[in-house]
Every structure is written in structure tokens, then in C-alpha cells.
């Protein structure tokens, strides 16, 4: 099993910055891929940012050049660092990893209890 702790959110004025954090810990074969999620009142989730276990990165076009994600040297804990940022970026951020467990012949996906982030004009 894996547990995801986020800290990070709150609230922030257009043009402000954020990070979150999260950091995932339990027993695991491997952390194919950790990230960020985000749903807006009535609209889908979405991705935001992620991080796959060589490094390579996705992310929504909607946060280019003003999102960047990063990891500790162990790649159990992810940054989101947030600039810039918009109206349009309030959302509950969820954390994301998707994980191999041992003994498991496919990964599993797991998430945080989610954060908010509202950003004010």
C-alpha cells in the first residue's frame, strides 16, 4: 500500500505563486510515475503535471511556462511549483502515483486527499 501526503494549497491573488508537495511512502516494488491532478467546480479532472520513474514530464497546455513539477533524489516526493497564476487555475489538486506493488502483475494507481487552490483577482 501506498500513502500520498500533500501540503501546499491555500489561497493566492492572480499573479502569485504556489508548491505543493507530496510525498509517498509504504512498501513498493516500483514509482512508475507521480503527478498532479486537478478538478475545477463542474468540470472533469485533469492533468496538471507528471513525472515518470526516468524523469521525462507531461503536462497540460494550459499551465506551460508557468507550472514546473520536480522530485526529491529518492522520487518519492513531488513539487508542483505553481507561477502565475490565473483565475482559471482555482482547483482541488489531487497527488497521483501509480505504483507497482510486489507480487502485483500490474501497477496501481493511488491519490491524495487533495488540496485547494484558489486564486483571486
Known amino acids: 500500500q501506498v500513502q500520498l501526503v500533500e501540503s501546499g494549497g491555500g489561497s493566492v491573488q492572480a499573479g502569485g505563486s504556489l508548491r505543493l508537495s507530496c510525498a509517498a511512502s509504504g512498501r513498493f516494488a516500483s514509482l512508475n510515475s507521480m503527478g498532479w491532478y486537478r478538478q475545477a467546480p463542474g468540470r472533469q479532472l485533469e492533468l496538471v503535471y507528471s513525472?515518470?520513474?526516468?524523469?521525462?514530464?507531461t503536462h497540460a497546455k494550459s499551465v506551460q511556462g508557468r507550472f514546473s513539477i520536480s522530485r526529491d533524489s529518492a522520487k518519492t516526493t513531488v513539487y508542483l511549483q505553481m507561477n502565475s497564476l490565473k483565475p482559471e487555475d482555482t482547483a482541488v489538486y489531487y497527488c497521483?502515483?501509480?505504483?507497482?506493488?510486489?507480487?502485483?502483475?500490474?501497477?496501481?494507481?493511488?491519490w491524495g486527499q487533495g488540496t485547494q487552490v484558489t486564486v483571486s483577482l
Open positions: 513525472i515518470a520513474d526516468l524523469g521525462d514530464t
Open positions: 497521483h502515483a501509480n505504483v507497482l506493488n510486489y507480487g502485483a502483475s500490474a501497477s496501481s494507481d493511488y
